[in-house]
């Protein structure tokens, strides 16, 4: 959110005062722009609980890292992360389903210790070393996008560039053909279309998509051994915990985290970091000074500005006290990420993009048990997408009118932002 968004926001608020009682994760007013309720909510009522939905909200910083670092199996995303206001609407009355094993569910909604045992069973290939080995391999990506895309003069920052990019990357953690990474884009960019009070996309359905695509690579890893040298997969081929091997689909469901988060975040956090940099007045030409230098802290505040999650959810097993909260087992609560990094107390003058602010600690990438698997591989990427974009791209404007960023309870992004390059180099 830049000068215009802001000017946007403070609008917003001038003409339509907004009352804690209109707050709903789900409802067309937040999901258009959830800021002026994020700056109420945090003010007025930074615990708040919707009866409707039988569930707590926290949206300052403090309160959002307090709720997920509580340990213990307290909070387990037994109603999934992300759940629908039709599953909130259901109230769990007190009880908590344990989540039986045959099939596995998928890891995050799992506690210790069958999340740990899953997560790292296909870690291996987010460890920092692993992710420099990527370097090569991701910038090569970059400057072959921009060798087609920069002659064009316009095309979608977002989906063109870094959607390419990043869904290039997934194919290749998934020994699948490059070829296949427009496909991949498509799907998880039709999730992140959802539109939950329009009855919008049928996630299950994309969702077992994206399992169908993934369980041939895994059933081909199988077949060809699965030495580890496709560690994504063969590590969870390998996994002998559960006194049987995982199935193909089972493992699929696995990693149909690393296959839509690996893809939607970053290309959204690229493309507007480089817009409000672009409209903030001396912090390109800041930036510009020394690319290799102030690329990865610029990409610092694009992480903590443009990171389009609003939101994840838990299920309480059993009764919390925390950030003022008494919190039941069957409860759930939401930790809005959208509003911690727009938390005053925790930054000063929050809703300013200023490439270089000192940055204590940031909650974009969750924290806690759950916390990213791909936190470094986002930073990889990140700060090559801006860098070799940076360096080829000498000046560029966007076209704000064909921009996209369309209303979400979850991922709140630019979805389209179209750029206009006015000179590049070669
Ligand atoms: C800047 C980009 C990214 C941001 C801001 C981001 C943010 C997040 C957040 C907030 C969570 C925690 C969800 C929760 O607490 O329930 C999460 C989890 C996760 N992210 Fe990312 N993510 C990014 C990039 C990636 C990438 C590149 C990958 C993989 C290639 C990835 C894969 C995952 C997975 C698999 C989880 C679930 C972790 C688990 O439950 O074990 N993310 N991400």
Request: hydrophobic content about 45%; some cysteine.
């Amino acid at each position: 959110m830049g000068e215009r968004d802001d000017a946007g926001t403070k609008r917003l608020m001038a003409t339509l005062p907004i009352d804690v009682a209109d707050y709903d994760p789900f409802s067309q007013a937040v999901m258009e722009a959830p800021l002026p309720f994020y700056e109420v909510l945090r003010a007025k009522a930074p615990a708040l609980f919707l009866p409707r939905y039988d569930t707590w909200v926290f949206s300052r910083f403090q309160d959002v890292f307090d709720v997920l670092t509580v340990g213990g199996n307290a909070f387990i995303a037994t109603d999934t992360t992300l759940p629908t206001p039709e599953i909130l609407s259901r109230h769990n009355g007190g009880e908590v389903q344990e989540l039986p094993l045959d099939p596995l569910p998928i890891g995050a909604m799992m506690g210790s210790p069958h999340f740990e045992v899953l997560r790292n069973a296909h870690i291996k290939p987010f460890r920092p070393r692993a992710v420099r080995a990527l370097a090569e391999f991701v910038h090569n990506l970059a400057e072959r996008r921009l060798d087609e895309l920069l002659p064009r003069k316009t095309f979608d920052l977002t989906q063109d560039y870094g959607g390419h990019v990043t869904a290039s990357v997934i194919c290749h953690l998934l020994d699948m053909p490059l070829a296949r990474a427009g496909e991949v884009l498509d799907l998880v960019n039709s999730l992140s279309r959802t539109d939950p009070e329009a009855g919008g996309t049928d996630v299950p359905t994309i969702i077992g998509h994206c399992v169908g695509i993934m369980s041939e690579y895994v059933a081909r890893r199988r077949h060809a051994g699965a030495d580890g040298s496709v560690a994504l997969i063969d590590g969870l081929i390998q996994l002998g915990y559960y006194g049987r091997p995982l199935t193909d689909a089972e493992i699929a469901t696995q990693l149909t985290c690393v296959f839509i988060g690996g893809v939607e975040t970053v290309p959204k956090i690229a493309a507007h970091g480089l817009m409000e940099l672009n409209q903030a007045p001396g912090q390109l030409d800041a930036v510009r000074a020394d690319l290799a230098a102030r690329v990865p802290v610029a990409v610092e505040e694009m992480i903590r500005f443009c990171a389009p999650a609003q939101w994840f959810a838990r299920t309480a097993h059993k009764d919390v006290e925390v950030a003022g909260a008494k919190v039941r087992k069957g409860q759930r609560i939401i930790a809005l990420f959208g509003s911690a990094a727009r938390d005053p107390t925790e930054f000063e003058d929050p809703d300013r993009f200023v490439w270089n602010r000192k940055i204590a600690r940031v909650l974009s990438f969750g924290t806690g048990q759950h916390y990213c698997i791909g936190i470094h591989l986002a930073r990889l990427e990140l700060r090559i997408l801006v860098e070799t974009f940076l360096r080829r791209a000498k000046r560029f404007s966007f076209d704000r009118d064909r921009a996209v960023r369309l209303p979400s309870s979850f991922q709140w992004g630019w979805n389209e932002l179209p750029v206009i390059i006015e000179e590049h180099a070669a």
